[in-house]
């Protein structure tokens, strides 16, 4: 929200107050408390018919610091909050030094000089370095036009720094100049709304700010003052935390330590999911051919999802199979279930006036209501619709009551849907705000979930489809982009928006293949195919047509097994960037700045991305087969052919259906899987690990975790360069199974003391012998 006319006025009927200098500041072992002054005070009268601004500076973690501004402070508190945890190992001690005052977190140092004019330095305590300045207009409130009251905060932005994140964001990547409102909307793909909305964003100049309010915060970055962003909400305090990196990865590690990191889903859904769609008719028999299909075309499946009308029209939601349509749901389920397929089904939190469910939560008290206690209804999406009240302890349990016998007769997980047009004319069960709940309803419905899929299949075999979320949701993953047009230009700001949610630490994300609205062109479809098996998460899915690959030509078969299989055999690399995101916060699906900060080549780029750290993708979004793409520095190598690509650095190629550019960083050793018809085996078994020697430093030393179940290790192989010589040596108890080294564009390579050899087209593959620790390879 902009309160200013240019650099000098305020807008018309808006009222601005600002601090101006610190009158006081009380230390404590960790923390500050200021109160700053709107005007300059000159002598004692200056500080009648006034306002005073209260200040909290404290530290729940090492390297982040809070500020908590309060105009008034006695003002009712209904919730929600988010939940920031505490680190209680954090370090944290203040310094005063005459009039200046310090409060050190680690690498993190806020600095006031209470002598001078206002200001919150944030500093690097190693080096002094600035991080961010809240300065004159740093801190302060304004009343606009209509009487609303907004605390507002500032903070700079340096020469040639760029802002990320804020959730998924459809619009340019880089978010400078825009303004951005978080506030949950059903807006699609192709507008300035956002079904994912997250108060923080990440700087590449090694830090990020976490504004920490769920109801609508409201940013100007780099466009109301060009040289600062700015945040504000309507209330009487703000509460914001600086997060320190340097490093982008560790900026995100810090954030999601204090909102949640991402669980770890199962193995079993990075493979393929294909859905029935959403208004395609289609019935028992019909979910058959689609999965028969696939089989006859040898396109590996993992997931067959049941979109919204496996429920009776008008019913959304009454958790009840239509008896029309699949009279033996429970046979059906039972018969795909020994295909080796899981099963998905599609909800909402909404229950339709038809739902023989709306009278019983209604009578309970389990939807939501207006002031005069009436329930809360319209006629958008489902007729007479009603809202559960997750707030209430009895209806998320009643809600997870009608979802246990679908887990029990044999779904495996749940296609999360909507959550976000939530009135604000409402009254809630435990009393919140309803500003504040028009964002965080999403939290309770996917936390709700969640946990029912965590106590019924089991920790580490929980896993949604959500398309709603904000801060913390990433513990619920995955969350997929939403409605996007069956367009190339949606293809492309569909990945925009998954490099925004990943820059704000959603460690998962998918969309759906192919567009949702509309039916894709055949070069369309098989484009997405590539680059929707090349993301954390796959979904064949569409509006009102089928997006089973033969309806786009037999080259989009051929296009769909090829990289599904790919992406199979990836599942030892992809599970152990999954593990680092459960672990760390930083996304499979990497934004190019967060794997490479220090190269200006990468701060704004967002038509290409990192799939876990080696591997460059940048999918074709052109119907000529035309792609631009940049290499960052070193020798590159194309994963499947073997063609080395040196950066940094632009090129511009054209591309058949059956690749893209997919690079391997230089210096990588990639693992491969055995098998190609399942996400889920045992990946230290029969591993083959991809080397490059042409990009392997002589003395250099590689170590590749091979994940087992569960995100545990279950082997080691070390690759070693010592001159000629490859020496690969592996560890684990027990040994891992059959395993393997192709040296890429080697052709001249033979084993020294065991191993077998084969020639192949992307160079020499060397077999260890059964049982085998070491390999040793002279490559020429």
């Not at 009278?359 to 809202?387: C, F, I, K, T």
């Not at 090349?534 to 569409?542: A, F, M, N, P, V």
């Amino acid at each position: 929200m902009k309160f200013t006319d240019g650099f000098w006025l305020m807008r018309e009927g808006v009222r601005a107050s600002y601090a101006t200098e610190a009158r006081d500041a009380v230390l404590e072992d960790d923390r500050i408390l200021l109160h700053a002054a709107v005007r300059k005070v000159n002598r004692r009268g200056d500080t009648l018919n006034t306002p005073l601004i209260t200040v909290e500076c404290w530290s729940p973690a090492e390297g982040v610091i809070g500020v908590r501004s309060i105009h008034h402070a006695g003002g009712r508190k209904p919730g929600p909050e988010f939940e920031v945890r505490t680190d209680p190992s954090r370090k944290v001690r203040t310094v005063r030094t005459g009039a200046v005052v310090e409060l050190i977190s680690g690498p993190l140092t806020l600095r006031v000089d209470t002598a001078g004019p206002w200001k919150l330095e944030f500093r690097e305590t190693a080096t002094g370095r600035a991080v961010t300045t809240a300065g004159a207009r740093g801190i302060g409130f304004a009343l606009d036009a209509d009487g609303s009251h907004h605390m507002v905060s500032r903070l700079s932005l340096g020469v040639g720094e760029l802002v990320y994140g804020l959730g998924e964001r459809f619009t340019p990547f880089v978010k400078n100049g825009q303004t951005v409102d978080i506030w949950q909307a059903d807006g699609g793909t192709s507008s300035e709304q956002a079904y994912k909305n997250v108060p923080f964003h990440l700087s590449n100049r090694g830090y990020g700010v976490f504004v920490n309010h769920p109801g609508k915060v409201s940013y100007e970055i780099a466009s109301e003052s060009v040289g600062e962003v700015q945040f504000s909400v309507e209330d009487q305090e703000l509460e914001y935390f600086v997060v320190h990196g340097p490093t982008p990865k560790e900026v995100l590690r810090r954030y999601t330590g204090l909102t949640g990191r991402p669980a770890l889903p199962p193995a079993w859904s990075f493979g393929l999911w294909l859905t029935t769609s959403f208004t395609t008719s289609y019935d028992e028999e019909t979910v058959n051919s689609f999965i028969q299909g696939m089989a006859d075309r040898d396109i590996p499946l993992s997931v067959f999802h049941f979109d919204c009308f496996w429920m009776r029209e008008y019913q959304w939601c009454d958790f009840t199979w239509d008896p029309a349509v699949f009279p033996d749901p429970e046979g059906m389920l039972r018969r795909l279930k020994e295909r080796g397929l899981r099963i998905s089904l599609w909800i909402n939190p909404y229950i339709a006036q038809k739902s023989p469910l709306f009278a019983e939560a209604a009578a309970a008290g389990h939807l939501v209501r207006r002031a005069d206690g009436s329930v809360w209804q319209w006629d958008l999406w489902q007729p007479g619709m009603a809202l559960v009240d997750f707030t209430s302890p009895a209806a998320r349990e009643w809600f997870a009551g009608k979802l246990r016998p679908l887990l029990e007769t044999g779904a495996d997980c749940f296609k999360t849907d909507f959550g976000e047009r939530i009135p604000t004319d409402v009254v809630w069960h435990d009393g919140s705000d309803p500003q504040r709940m028009r964002n965080y309803y999403t939290q309770l419905y996917n936390q709700t979930v969640f946990d029912l899929l965590k106590e019924v299949r089991g920790e580490g075999e929980a896993v949604l489809f959500a398309r709603s979320a904000t801060a913390g949701g990433q513990q619920f993953p995955v969350h997929w982009g939403g409605d996007c047009d069956a367009t190339f230009s949606s293809m492309a700001e569909s990945l925009r928006g998954g490099l925004s949610l990943g820059a704000s630490g959603f460690g998962f994300w998918s969309h759906d293949i192919g567009g949702f609205e509309g039916t894709p062109s055949d070069a369309l479809f098989k484009r997405w195919l590539a680059f929707g098996l090349l993301s954390s998460h796959s979904r064949l899915h569409g509006s009102t047509s089928y997006r089973v690959p033969w309806q786009f030509g037999e080259e989009a078969v051929a296009v769909a097994r090829d990289f599904a299989r790919l992406k199979n055999r990836l599942m030892p690399y992809l599970y152990a960037a999954a593990v680092e995101a459960s672990r760390t916060g930083v996304p499979v699906m990497r934004p190019m700045v967060v794997e490479f900060p220090d190269d200006p080549g990468c701060a704004t780029l967002d038509r290409q991305y990192m799939l876990g750290p080696d591997l460059l993708v940048a999918p074709v979004l052109s119907e000529d087969d035309e792609v631009e793409y940049y290499v960052p520095a070193g020798t590159w190598t194309h994963l499947l052919t073997g063609e080395t690509v040196s950066g940094p650095g632009w090129r511009r190629e054209r591309y058949g259906f059956d690749s893209l550019p997919l690079l391997v960083r230089p210096g990588a050793v990639l693992p491969l899987g055995a098998h190609e018809d399942r996400p889920d085996y045992d990946w230290a078994d029969g591993v083959t690990l991809r080397v490059h020697p042409q990009t392997l430093a002589d003395g250099s030393a590689t170590a590749v975790s091979i994940p087992g179940p569960g995100g545990g290790t279950a082997a080691v192989l070390t690759v070693r360069r010592e001159g000629e010589l490859l020496r690969v040596t592996a560890e684990g108890d027990p040994a891992p199974g059959p395993w393997a080294v192709l040296l890429t564009g080697v052709q001249d390579a033979e084993p020294v003391g065991g191993g077998r050899v084969e020639r192949t087209g992307l160079g020499t593959l060397v077999r260890a012998d059964a049982g085998a620790r070491e390999l040793v390879v002279r490559a020429r």
